[in-house]
């Protein structure tokens, strides 16, 4: 099925912000946001935060991630938590953090409200940190009815693992109906390929840190990422492969019959579908609809890779599904925060006026 084809070319996704007289995304931007969000399920809007502004925000994660009693998260990525290769982590609910999360609803407010009443929860504030060595994530869906959004707080490169979406993907009323009605089938399929390709450049790069590459294996980390019987989605396991153990992909989904889709589609899929990295500057913030095809890449790099994220359900979800993708902090879990309060909280604020250089009114 030949290797991982990926896009670095996000233009297509991208709205440059403008800002109006209040410091909030200008009509015409949120106009285009929204466009963006109902045609690819994401949009890229480039230069939201200040250089000072997204500073704060890194500051922030900083300092969680230096806490040696940080919460960590529960939904991904486990193995690789455990080794240091990820710092998937929840932020406390703290005036600071609140304040930074504040400053980005408020700035997006024109965008968010079209999905998310006031009286929506907030279900996680995050920093999602890659190190090098860590697994590139299979292709998947988050649980759906919900906008998450990532910030940039620093320049992030391809080598670093910006995070892979595919356009298009996302889950809506009579979207079932697009390409002759096969349209969810077709998705599963290119995701099925996707991910072998993902399990095969996994597999291949922890073989070659097993022999001493760039980031050597810890004692016991080759047998827990490809033998254990441990709970995690994302990691080339072969056990759980075999055994059909793994909901993201095993072998159960190899049978002759997706095979065969696989090659008579195979031309159809690469026409219809197609990967797109975001390796955003600083300052850029990605919105998404949850139920969008998208992975966490491996770094490659030396470079840490830093993304502050925050998740807000737009729909009523089951407190017991928060889980299968969302790790709210134990402080977020005892007072529970909604879309309002941070729309009405003081916001963070790197200097008075910080943002007046991108400060300006569009004539629509």
């Known amino acids: 099925m ?21 410091g909030r995304l200008s009509d015409y931007c949120v106009r285009q946001a929204l466009t963006m969000m109902d045609t690819h399920g994401l949009v890229v809007l480039t230069n939201l935060l200040s250089d000072q502004e997204a500073d704060i925000g890194l500051d922030l994660m900083r300092r969680t991630i230096n806490d040696p009693d940080r919460s960590r998260s529960a939904f991904a990525s486990e193995t690789d938590n455990s080794y240091l290769r990820r710092d998937f982590c929840s932020l406390p609910s703290t005036p600071p953090v609140k304040g930074f999360a504040a400053m980005l609803c408020q700035r997006l407010e024109g965008v968010l409200s079209e999905y998310c009443g006031r009286s929506r929860p907030v279900l996680e504030v995050a920093t999602f940190t890659s190190y090098l060595g860590s697994s590139h994530q299979y292709i998947h869906r988050d649980p759906s009815g919900v906008i998450s959004m990532f910030a940039a707080v620093e320049d992030v490169s391809a080598q670093q693992g910006g995070t892979v979406f595919v356009p298009g993907t996302h889950m809506y009323g009579g979207a079932g109906n697009n390409h002759g009605g096969q349209a969810y089938a077709l998705m599963e399929l290119f995701r099925t390929r996707a991910n072998y390709r993902i399990f095969i450049h996994n597999f291949r790069k922890l073989w070659h840190m097993s022999k001493g590459g760039d980031a050597p294996l810890a004692p016991g980390e080759f047998l827990d990422r490809v033998f254990s019987t441990k709970w995690d989605q994302h990691q080339p396991n072969l056990l759980r492969f075999v055994l059909g153990k793994n909901a993201q992909f095993s072998l159960r989904m190899l049978g002759p019959r997706t095979l065969w889709k696989l090659y008579r589609q195979r031309e159809a899929l690469d026409k219809l579908f197609t990967l797109v990295q975001m390796a955003p500057r600083k300052g850029t913030v990605i919105l998404y609809r949850s139920d969008l095809l998208h992975a966490g890449p491996d770094n490659r790099s030396p470079h840490p890779r830093h993304f502050f994220g925050m998740s807000i359900a737009r729909d009523i979800i089951e407190t017991k599904y928060w889980h299968d993708g969302y790790s709210p902090h134990p402080t977020l879990t005892a007072d529970p925060i909604c879309l309002g309060d941070l729309l009405d909280a003081p916001p963070a604020s790197a200097s008075p006026k910080t943002a007046n250089h991108r400060l300006r009114t569009l004539v629509d």
Not at 2 to 22: C, G, R, W
């Open 2 to 22: 030949q290797e991982l084809k990926v896009s670095n070319d996000t233009s297509a996704f991208e709205v440059p912000v403008a800002l109006d007289e209040s």
